[in-house]
T-cell receptor, first 112, second 110 residues
Framework: DAMVIQNPRYQVTQFGKPVTLSCSQT?????MYWYQQKSSQAPKLLFH???????NEADTPDNFQSRRPNTSFCFLDIRSPGLGDAAMYLC???????????FGDGTRLSIL | KNEVEQSPQNLTAQEGEFITINCSYS?????LHWLQQHPGGGIVSLFM???GKKKHGRLIATINIQEKHSSLHITASHPRDSAVYIC????????????FGEGTQLTVNP
């Protein structure tokens, strides 16, 4: 089945140690999104790619970077994770904007 | 005031009950999303609608563009429907950015 896959489901890293979360999709969608969701809060958009065009949200910290090497894959890099970055990170795709967004199961990031 | 407001915040029902969750928004939109999130899990897109009504199994979503209001109904509710239901809209001019409601925590007891 076509889907959005996030790896790993759970990631533990140390304070300040760079970490990369990955997302892949078999839907061949143009748009890929990264959201951060903290406990009992709504998801917050960090950035999105429309094809290779990167769109950063104004309030996304510089600590967060993203790469999209091809249509299928998108990565979220956190250069120096702080305790406040512990959250669920959700990847989503859509065929156009605004179109229905297809979400992955998320990666839950813990910071030690 | 949030641009997207949901009610109720929490809802507890008995299995078999008919459930309604409401969403109101204050600005122009092109479409509205209803999403479902199980505890600790990812998000599933239930509906995207821009007018009228959509039905999928026991779920029904309606939208009234003039009144800026949408409802999500669940018929014959079941404990597996227990989840957070989120209303989200891409505000006009915001491109892809979804503005989310606070979510409604639904618990269906057997």
């Amino acid at each position: 089945d076509a889907m959005v896959i996030q790896n790993p489901r759970y990631q533990v890293t140390q304070f300040g140690k760079p970490v990369t979360l990955s997302c892949s999709q078999t839907l061949n969608h143009n748009v890929m999104y990264w959201y951060q969701q903290k406990s009992s809060q709504a998801p917050k958009l960090l950035f999105h790619y429309y094809d290779k065009d990167f769109n950063n949200e104004a309030d996304t910290p510089d600590n967060f970077q993203s790469r999209r090497p091809n249509t299928s894959f998108c990565f979220l890099d956190i250069r120096s994770p702080g305790l406040g970055d512990a959250a669920m990170y959700l990847c989503a795709t859509s065929n156009d904007r605004p179109g229905p967004q297809h979400f992955g199961d998320g990666t839950r990031l813990s910071i030690l | 005031k949030n641009e997207v407001e949901q009610s109720p915040q929490n809802l507890t029902a008995q299995e078999g009950e008919f459930i309604t969750i409401n969403c109101s928004y204050s600005v122009g939109i092109s479409a509205l999303h209803w999403l479902q999130q199980h505890p600790g899990g990812g998000i599933v897109s239930l509906f995207m609608l821009s007018s009228g009504k959509k039905k999928h199994g026991r779920l029904i979503a309606t939208i009234n563009i003039q009144e800026k209001h949408s409802s999500l109904h669940i018929t014959a509710s079941h404990p597996r429907d227990s989840a957070v239901y989120i209303c989200a809209v891409p505000l006009l001019g915001s491109g892809s950015r979804l503005t989310f409601g606070e979510g409604t925590q639904l618990t269906v007891n057997p």
